[in-house]
């Protein structure tokens, strides 16, 4: 059974960081792609970052680059967002997801099969 299950989220202030984790069972981080969305309140969700499986490429939204990364723990079966200079606009609830079979990154919520529940990330002073 497929699990995803997010960690990290929390209260943090404009230029300050966090750190997401998505710890992974079910299946292995390193045979499928793995994406982070965000959903901000009254938006709809959206694909911020993924990494693939197959070469560990990485794509990024606009409105990351340079300020987010993802990268992947095999061993640990988890990936990671290290989330960097944030701003009010970042506030949202981060959610991975995976379809845990494709090796490509995408970003395109309807290709994703399973979710994890959320962490709420809140970035204000």
């Known amino acids: 059974q497929v699990q995803l299950v997010e960690s990290g989220g929390g209260l943090v202030q404009p230029g300050g960081s966090l750190r997401l984790s998505c710890a992974a069972s079910?299946?292995?981080?390193?045979?499928?792609?793995m994406g982070w969305f965000r959903q901000a309140p009254g938006k709809e969700r959206e694909g911020v970052s993924c990494?693939?499986?197959?070469?560990?490429?990485?794509y990024y939204a606009d409105s990351v680059k340079g300020r987010f990364t993802i990268s992947r723990d095999n061993a640990k079966n988890t990936v990671y967002l290290q989330m960097n200079s944030l701003n009010p606009e970042d506030t949202a609830v981060y959610y991975c997801a995976t379809d845990a079979l494709t090796p490509t990154c995408t970003t395109r919520v309807e290709y994703m099969d399973y979710w994890g529940r959320g962490t709420l990330v809140t970035v204000s002073t």
């Open positions: 079910g299946f292995s981080v390193d045979y499928a792609a």
């Open positions: 990494i693939s499986s197959s070469d560990g490429s990485t």
